[in-house]
């Protein structure tokens, strides 16, 4: 009898034991199978009237340009006047993707921005006869933008100097700062110091841009200089030769084609470029 109870005691711990055991396992699988009814809000996208908002990232496409000006009056002065610099004003008007930016500097400081990346772009630099879409070292725009006549200016006494023969060392030439690869490796002179020493006889020629140094010989009243041709370049905006620089060669060729277009461009350099045609001096 006593065995008996003792055998019955042991089988209901065992179910007893085998509840607590089985019981969690049903609440889990109660619990899931709930979730699977109803749907997961993580996981089903809410319908919305608000438009999806992008990330100031994906939106934020704009390209800002600085672009550096030398000083060469009058078509850019220290005042930050003059028409290149109205040029300029223009196709910062017709930018929309981005910012345009612009000062002015001397010359050599000018292109040195360029070369350290102070700057994206100079404006404006002679291209030379062999030049297209770029150089060794830079990019250059090929929208047509203007051109610059230069002229050789020599003594009235001095007979034989002319443009081909300027590099023959029985004369003295000097020639306008930082033209040397289009002019010749000569001697360089500030404009009014050139024209001042061809005028005086202590040198024979000097050569220069038309538009700056006719100007001067007028207001420096210079009687003993005449006037010869030697040659006209087109002039172009410039940018480091890098994939930077060719994004904005390539915005800043579409800018002049829209200045062109909308007519800011003969509004602001038409006067300029009718007067930009070399008249040989009366005899």
């Not at 109205?86 to 008007?93: S, T």
């Amino acid at each position: 009898m006593k065995r008996k109870s003792y055998v019955k005691v042991l089988i209901l711990l065992q179910v007893i034991c085998l509840i607590f055991i089985l019981l969690p396992g049903c609440s889990q699988k109660v619990d899931s199978s709930g979730k699977d009814n109803a749907p997961n809000v993580a996981d089903v996208p809410v319908a919305t009237d608000k438009p999806v908002q992008q990330t100031e990232q994906s939106t934020e496409k704009s390209t800002n340009i600085s672009v550096s000006l030398p000083i060469i009056p009058p078509l850019i002065t220290e005042q930050k006047t003059g028409a290149i610099v109205e040029l300029v004003k223009a196709m910062a008007d017709e930018y929309k993707d981005g910012k345009m930016t612009f000062d002015v500097y001397p010359m050599a400081r000018s292109m040195e921005n360029i070369m350290s990346g102070s700057a994206d772009a100079h404006c404006p630099y002679v291209k030379n006869h062999n030049i297209t879409d770029s150089d060794n070292l830079f990019y250059y725009t090929t929208e047509p933008f203007g051109s610059v006549i230069f002229v050789l200016y020599t003594n009235k006494n001095v007979k034989e100097l002319t443009p081909e023969n300027v590099l023959d060392k029985k004369f003295k030439v000097e020639i306008q700062p930082g033209h040397k690869e289009y002019l010749g490796d000569l001697p360089e002179a500030a404009p009014d110091a050139g024209l001042q020493k061809v005028d005086s006889g202590r040198i024979d020629g000097y050569i220069a841009t038309m538009s700056m140094c006719d100007q001067m010989i007028q207001a420096m009243q210079l009687k003993n200089v005449k006037r010869q041709k030697f040659d006209t370049f087109d002039t172009a905006i410039i940018f480091k030769k890098n994939d930077e620089g060719k994004q904005k060669q390539e915005i800043m060729n579409s800018l002049i084609k829209k200045i062109r277009e909308n007519g800011a461009y003969d509004r602001i350099m038409g006067e300029i470029n009718s007067k930009e045609v070399f008249i040989p001096d009366k005899e």
